[in-house]
């Protein structure tokens, strides 16, 4: 399970006892605070603390010593401004630490973002936790033939039941074998720095992962994307969900111009301008590659 009883008990007490502040608050986010996110079979995030809201932002751009000015509509047309244009510092006024529960596999993806504060669950001075990621039977799927890095068909019948059984068998018998050979009930054993190595990459690590926005944003932009890992993707999809409570107005900006908007290189820009002016362009009058021009007609087919 995600959560002990004693760990809700403990979040329950914490929201429990509120106290005043001069901080800037977020409405939204206080009704996120400590609590659980649930994510995969054993998986969570939950905000530990944050800093800022949409106003910080409007004042660090500002340089001012009020909360923005008092037309919400103002600041809203320049937070806009700022992510249309491609500014980021008043972004990382604001900033956010989570716990996150997660697989070996997906942690080993995550940190590959490196502009954040983490500090990880150590298996040199604890336990691990018998708990491991199986993906449900409809996230079992045979390697794409066409993309090297992505999933093809979805795994049905007998075969779906033999790698299901492989991958919970494997990774049970590494954990027995852990526990075997671990220091402890008066054999000698290895220490924990060493019996760890034995153990499966879809077992459960912990962290906790301090980022200021515009770096949140770039981490959501790519992992919170259709084309990104599963296992990854529903922790980046979990996060969004908070940032949109926390920070309403920049939130609806990343969405409109980061995550539903496009970025145009000169050739296609000149493609679109002649395509406008009723001429025909093809992939070779384009002057783009084959897969830039895949992409390209993939938008403005």
């Not at 979990?238 to 939130?251: G, M, T």
Request: proline residues 4%; neutral net charge; charged residues 25%.
């Amino acid at each position: 399970m995600p959560l002990t009883p004693d760990q809700k008990a403990e979040i329950e007490a914490l929201r429990a006892s509120p106290r005043p502040t001069l901080r800037a608050v977020s409405e939204g986010m206080e009704a996120h605070l400590y609590r659980a996110h649930e994510v995969l079979d054993h998986g969570f995030i939950r905000v530990i603390d944050y800093m800022g809201d949409d106003a910080a932002i409007v004042q660090a751009a500002r340089v001012s010593y009020g909360a923005g000015t008092k037309h919400v509509q103002n600041d809203e047309g320049l937070i806009r401004y700022l992510m249309r244009h491609w500014h980021s510092t008043p972004f990382e006024m604001c900033e956010i630490k989570l716990h996150v529960k997660l697989p070996i596999f997906v942690a080993r993806q995550w940190i590959r973002h490196r502009t954040a504060n983490v500090n990880e669950y150590s298996a040199r001075y604890s336990i691990m936790d018998r708990e491991f990621y199986i993906p449900q039977p409809e996230h079992l799927a045979a390697q794409s033939t066409v993309n090297n890095q992505g999933r093809g068909a979805v795994l049905e019948g007998a075969e779906a039941a033999r790698v299901l059984e492989m991958l919970k068998s494997d990774a049970s018998r590494s954990y027995d074998n852990y526990e075997a050979m671990l220091s402890q009930d008066g054999q000698q054993g290895l220490a924990r720095e060493l019996a760890r190595m034995n153990l499966p990459a879809n077992i459960y690590t912990q962290w906790y992962w301090k980022v200021d926005l515009h770096n949140l944003f770039h981490f959501l932009r790519l992992r919170a994307d259709p084309h990104a890992q599963y296992e990854i993707r529903v922790y980046a999809e979990a996060i969004a969900k908070v940032v949109a409570d926390w920070l309403p107005i920049a939130f609806g900006a990343f969405e409109d111009y980061r995550m539903g908007g496009v970025t145009l290189s000169a050739k296609a820009i000149d493609v679109l301008k002649r395509r406008l002016a009723g001429e025909v362009v093809t992939q070779e009058q384009s002057g783009m590659s084959k897969g830039e021009w895949r992409e390209f007609e993939g938008i403005w087919r």
